[in-house]
Structures are given as structure tokens and as C-alpha cells.
């Protein structure tokens, strides 16, 4: 396999925890505290390990709630490079009510990032891509970090002739893609974002892909489709794949599994369809885990399984008619 590195610049702690009924101006009694390495990088390197896959996990750490973050990837067997900053990791917080089966998710903004913590993270990442390695950047960037974060690493990745992945939001996407990429996983708001429009409908979906393939240096785009699974286009294939029906217990980090299973894929030599279908299976496999967990190998492996037999199925009958 191809060596995988993963770039996390605003890496966070989950924390998660249940309690019966949330209500406000009350004291409410929650259960042990569970606690995650989080972070969009972090959570594909995690998945990737799951799935029996190496990766370099990068990310920027400092203060105590770093140090914490480096002790919960080591004791998941994560190869690490910690970059280090100033200031102190993020903590989030999501809670399940046992009550009403609800989720409440709590982001928290990340410390601020000096110049020199950020030009040192791009210095640290352009001595270690090499030709053909897969560069996996994804999240948020941090308080401070220029908009233009991911073009710079775009820029750093064609130097080395590495395989970009971006995984991130608003206009840190904007000005990656722009940049250049390998590969994009935006969901239909993104995706929206990124042609300039308000919203994409299901019937405008594939027009609306192909153009942007067609004007942007893209190779390939998987638009997530939530639980309807997502399309995969290329400038030659365009495929839509369906996501199996399970019973949903957190949505957290369904996209970033959904990414590890498919670099997961790449760098085993499989097919772009093969590739998006065992994506799909990873990101909803995420789903039927508790709080911050995400998928299991189990799980993904029995959904793959589904889905390779469900779009055999499909394409026997569309032959057929």
C-alpha cells in the first residue's frame, strides 16, 4: 500500500456522555465521560487503523489537553507527528438523552494559530510527502490560519506529486479546489457552495458535477448523499451508490469514516466504483455506533457486502429491461 498521511490542524477531544432528560436551569446528572481523540485527520487515521490500514496522523497540539490527545492516539496504536502550538486542544462535548433519544452536539473553536506554528506545520508536511502517497487533509482550520491553508498545501502536494484529499468546509474548500485536488467529498451544501448557487436539487445533481469536474482541477468527486447513500463522478463514469437502511445512533464522524474507506480502497489498488462503495459502507457503518465511535470493521464489511450485491442486482435488471 501507499504510504497515507493525515492532516489534522484544529484536532479536538470528544467527550460524550448520556443523561435522562435536558431540561434547562437544572443540575442534570450524566453518566462516565468517554473520551476521543477527535478532529477530521484524526478520526480517518483511527478508521484506517480499524480497517488494518497505516497512516502518519499529523496534526497541531499544545497545553495539557494536547498531551491528552497525543495519550488517547497512542493508546489506539496511531502512529503520530505532533506539531506543537501554543495554545491548548479543543474539547467538545456531545450528550445522548435517554429520554427523548436525542443527540446535542457542542463544537467549541479552536486556539489561535501564529504564523509560524502554521508555516512550520507546511515546512514539516513537504519533508515527508513523497511521489504517489496519499495526503488526507481534513477539518477545520484553526483561529488565525489564512483561507488559503489547503491551496498552500495543494500546492506543496503537486510539488511531491502526492494525491491530495480534501475533506473541510466554506471558503477553506473554496480556495483548495481552486488550488487543485485529487479527490473532493463535499455533501450537496458544499457542493452547492463551491458552484456558486444556493441549492442543488436530486435533478440537477449530475449536470451540476460535471460541470464542476469540467471547470475545476478535480479528478474525482464523491458527493455524499447522507443517508441516501452518494454519486461518484468522474469525467467518465457517474454512478450513483446506495447506502443500506440501518437503525442510526450518531451521525459523528460518518463523513470521516466515509473518507478513510475510501482512501482505505485507493491505496489497496481497488476500482474508483469499488473505492465510493466501500466508502459508503464505512460512513454508514459510523452511524450505527454510539457517541464519538466510529465505524466497525464488522459492520463495514457486512454493509460492502450489501451494497456489491445490491448494485449487481441493479445493473442485471437494468441489462435485462
Known sequence: MKKIITLTVNPAIDKSTTVSGIKPNSKLRCAKPVYEAGGGGINVSRVLHTL????????????????????????????QQVIPIAGKVRENLSVYDTTNKEQYRFGM???MVNPSEWKNTLGQLEGILSD????????????GMPIDFFAQVSHISQKKKAKFILDTSGDALLKGAEAGVYLLKPNLGELAKLCGVNTISFFELESVAKTFLKNNP?????VSLG??????VTNSTLE??????????????????MVAGMIYS????????????YGVACGTAATMTEGTQLCKKRDVEELNNWILTNSETCHKMKNTA
Open 240 to 257: 450513483y451508490i446506495t447506502a443500506p437502511i440501518v437503525f442510526q445512533k450518531s451521525t459523528i464522524g460518518a463523513g470521516d469514516s
Open 52 to 79: 488494518g490500514a497505516n497512516s502518519l496522523c499529523m496534526y497541531m497540539a499544545g497545553g495539557s489537553s494536547g498531551k491528552h490527545l497525543q495519550d488517547l492516539l497512542v493508546d489506539s496504536e496511531i502512529v
Open 132 to 143: 504517489g502517497d496519499f495526503l488526507v487533509a481534513s477539518g477545520s482550520l484553526g483561529p
Open 227 to 232: 443517508a441516501q447513500g452518494a454519486i461518484l
Open 109 to 111: 473553536p479552536g486556539p
Open 218 to 222: 478535480c479528478e474525482v468527486l464523491v
Open 266 to 277: 485507493l491505496a489497496k489498488g481497488k476500482s474508483l466504483r469499488e473505492m465510493a462503495k
